[in-house]
């Protein structure tokens, strides 16, 4: 069974940055392309980015320019670079790992078998 762990959310002025993490355990990490997620109140979860097995990126829209996503397989870890942000980032925000080929990165929530507890991003002044 994975497990996933978000950390490193939290306060953040319009304009600012944070950098949340994802900590894998229990299964084998490179075998899962993984993705962020996030969920504001009353909308529906929706993709923020993510990243393959073979390191291939992919962006929603809404962030892609000032979001980067990095994984690092010895450490089973998976980084979420947050820049510029901006008072609609405001949400919960969700790594999920997704068993899948070393190719495919999926945008759809309901595709992926494991997700953390997620953390809490706020962006207000």
């Known amino acids: 069974q994975v497990q996933l762990v978000e950390s490193g959310g939290g306060l953040v002025q319009p304009g600012g940055s944070l950098r949340l993490s994802c900590a894998a355990s229990?299964?084998?990490?490179?075998?899962?392309?993984m993705g962020w997620f996030r969920q504001a109140p009353g909308k529906e979860r929706e993709f923020v980015g993510g990243v393959s097995r073979t390191t291939i990126t992919s962006y929603a829209d809404s962030v892609k320019g000032r979001f980067t996503i990095s994984r690092d397989n010895a450490k089973s870890t998976v980084s979420l670079h947050m820049n510029s942000l901006k008072t609609e980032d405001t949400a919960v925000y969700y790594c999920?790992?997704?068993?899948?080929?070393?190719?495919?990165?999926?945008?759809?929530?309901?595709?992926?078998?494991?997700w953390g507890r997620g953390t809490q991003v706020t962006v207000s002044s």
């Open positions: 229990g299964g084998t990490f490179m075998n899962y392309a």
């Open positions: 999920e790992g997704d068993r899948t080929g070393p190719w495919t990165l999926s945008r759809k929530d309901y595709e992926y078998d494991y």
